[in-house]
């Protein structure tokens, strides 16, 4: 085909343009996967189309990459893969944006739109595959590719935030299209809380002597996370973190606690069982379950739904809602007081780092990661693998600030 040919055939835009044009408009700026020739299509419209391509090493860390990117930015996350043994090794990262609640648009490149189903090399149902880890699986289709895109985008935006997956055949990949880029997506809104919610969590919150907050992974994506800080304060609430919601607010912060359930998990929930109320404030049971170290204590539970618990659980109250919504409104109640004494508390933040770092005559793991925090810049982001090594570094590593310690739930070890 000569120069001029191919630039006139580039001026006619196929739904690959068109889906990359929407994706830009959505504010995702970069995608990442591995180059397959049902990929081509695609790479060839981020290529044109100004979204960059990055190259992983495996499909599944294609997924890992686009769920940190879909937290970090606010933006959907965007993986691609092609079809067959490219899908399912891209399930391992689209999976734990499922349990990460990472806002993700996984596109798996297949076969042409005839040759779907048939026993043909490398085929799968996609479909079939993604269901259990997405919040939807949807089939692109010449003539609704925008409105598919944009309702995915929409979707995966809306909490609870997660994946969708959406599988492209290479011939509607190819076909020109007249369809237009639709508007950017808008999430859908969580109602608030009712006012007699919010009314009673006060009352319980200022008849607690010795109340102690828990921030989970759904803290972590509060709009302003001020509002967490804001509410602590308010009430004079020291609180406790899990591995996800680490820096929501400054690990140093003299009301903090550390993070519970990794190493020294006895320590920590010595102190967390001596609270009279536990206030969970976006408490995710997927890092780890309440029922694990809160004991008798009474639950007051602030998320964005019901508490996932065994009926040993002492649930006494729960705020069902919009999480920016409730912080505010709990921070704008008449600030409690309560026993604590902030000697006391740096007192335990004292012990507890001490047990995390006995004394050894040679270079031990906890020094090694004293070092690297010595030597990252304070707002530098820490980003590392599951294993049992989580447990050292959550429990030891300070975060100063919102969404720079970045691990997934999918394989986190207990």
Sequence with gaps: MSEHATRHSRSIMNNADLIIATLKANGVTRGFGIPSGNVL??????????????????????????DVTGRMTGAP???????????????????????????VIAITCNLNTDQLGRRIQMWIDHHALFKPITKATLRLE???????????????????KGPVHLDLPEDVALAATNERVAA?????????????????????IAAAERPIAVLGSTAMRVADPSLLRG????????????????????????????????????????????ADLIIGLGY???????????????????????????????????????????LARLAALPAASSRWDKAMLAEHRRSFHAALRPAAKSFTAHAAIDAVRRALPRAGVLAFDVGAHTHQIASQWSADAPKAFHITMAGLGR
């Design 184 to 204: 950017p997506a808008q999430a859908g809104r969580l109602a608030s809380a009712s006012d007699a919610a919010l009314t009673r969590a006060g009352e319980l």
């Design 41 to 66: 299509p695609l790479m060839e419209a981020m290529r044109t189309g100004g979204i960059e391509f990055v190259l992983t090493a495996h499909e599944g860390s294609a997924g890992f990459a686009a």
């Design 284 to 326: 995710d049971t997927v890092e780890v379950e309440y029922e694990a170290w809160i004991g008798d204590r009474p639950l007051l539970q602030i998320d964005i739904e019901p508490v996932d618990v065994v009926p040993s659980v002492n649930v006494v109250h729960q705020v069902i809602g919009d999480v920016d919504s409730s």
């Design 231 to 274: 509410l602590i304060e308010r009430h004079n609430l020291p609180f406790a973190t899990t591995t996800m919601a680490k820096g929501m607010i400054d690990d140093n912060h003299p009301l903090a606690l550390g993070c519970i359930e990794r190493a020294c998990r006895q320590v920590q929930r010595k102190f967390l069982r001596s």
């Design 142 to 160: 010449r003539g609704c590719v925008a409105e598919t895109i944009t309702r995915a985008i929409a979707l995966a935006l809306t909490e609870p």
């Design 77 to 103: 996350g965007f993986c691609l893969a092609t079809l067959g043994p490219g899908a399912t090794n891209l399930a391992t990262g689209v999976g734990g944006a499922f349990l990460d609640r990472s806002p």
